[in-house]
């Protein structure tokens, strides 16, 4: 059975970084691309950025420049690094997998999900 589990929400002044953390068990993602996508109150889930089997990455234009993804396939690990938080970036973060090598920008493209971590940025 696939588990994935996000780690290191919280809350942050604006500017401030968090890491999120995504622990994947269950089969081997080395092969999958891994995503982080976000959901605001009242929003739509969308995407925030994504890591290849390769480790080539892709992101939001919203996010670009400050947000880093990695992965460690050693440990079926996937990282958010989040840096000059916003209060825009308020949302909860969810982690997910792609069967497939490629990064894909559309939830459905994903089969597995965590199950959230909240992310609260303060003005």
């Known amino acids: 059975q696939v588990h994935m589990v996000e780690s290191g929400g919280g809350l942050v002044q604006e500017g401030g970084s968090l890491r999120l953390s995504c622990a994947a068990s269950?089969?081997?993602?080395?092969?999958?691309?891994m995503g982080w996508f976000r959901q605001a109150p009242g929003k739509e889930r969308e995407f925030v950025g994504g890591v290849g089997h390769t480790g080539a990455t892709a992101y939001a234009d919203s996010v670009r420049g400050r947000f880093t993804i990695s992965r460690d396939n050693f440990k079926n690990m996937v990282y958010l690094q989040m840096n000059n938080l916003k209060p825009e970036d308020t949302a909860v973060y969810y982690c997910?997998?792609?069967?497939?090598?490629?990064?894909?920008?559309?939830?459905?493209?994903?089969?597995?999900w965590g199950q959230g971590t909240q992310v609260t940025v303060s003005s």
């Open positions: 997910a997998a792609r069967i497939g090598l490629a990064v894909a920008r559309h939830r459905a493209e994903y089969a597995y």
């Open positions: 269950g089969r081997t993602f080395s092969s999958d691309a």
